[in-house]
C-alpha cells in the first residue's frame, strides 16, 4: 500500500459513512491513519467495534461517546481512545468536528485508488 505523505485542504473527499456523518481519509503510513469526521447534530453512530486501535480529538461540537457501556460527554479540546475490538457509539448533541487516528492502517478507510 502506497503512503500518503502529505493532505493539502480541500472541501472534497468525504464519505457518507452513515446519514449525517461524513468521513474523509486524510494521510496514512504504514501502521497509523489520520481521519477527519464532520457530524451532524442529531444523528447517531451505531454501535460497532473492529480490529484497529482508535484515538480521538474532538475539535468543535459536542458528542456523547458510548465505550464499553460507559458514557462520556465529550467537549471540543476532549480526546479519547478506544482499544481494538471494544463496542462503541456515539450521539452527536451538536454539529461536530472531530479527528481520529487508527492504527493499523484501516484498509477500509484507504481511498479506492490507493487499495491494493
Known amino acids: ?11 472534497e473527499g468525504y464519505v457518507e459513512a452513515v446519514e ?9 503510513g504504514n501502521n497509523a491513519l489520520l481521519t477527519e ?6 444523528k ?3 454501535s ?3 480490529d484497529e486501535e482508535q ?10 461517546l458510548l465505550i464499553d457501556n460507559e ?10 481512545a478506544i482499544p481494538g475490538g471494544i463496542e462503541h457509539s456515539a450521539e452527536i448533541a451538536t454539529d461536530s468536528i472531530a479527528i481520529e487516528v487508527f ?11 490507493e487499495r491494493g
Open 1 to 11: 500500500m502506497k503512503q500518503q505523505s502529505v493532505y493539502k485542504t480541500s472541501p
Open 20 to 28: 449525517g456523518i461524513y468521513r474523509k481519509t486524510l494521510v496514512w
Open 37 to 42: 469526521f464532520k457530524l451532524s447534530g442529531g
Open 44 to 46: 447517531k453512530l451505531p
Open 48 to 50: 460497532h467495534k473492529h
Open 55 to 64: 484515538v480521538g480529538y474532538l475539535v468543535s461540537g459536542h458528542i456523547i
Open 71 to 80: 458514557k462520556y460527554d465529550m467537549l471540543p479540546g476532549d480526546s479519547w
Open 103 to 113: 492504527s493499523p492502517v484501516r484498509s477500509d478507510y484507504l481511498p479506492d485508488l
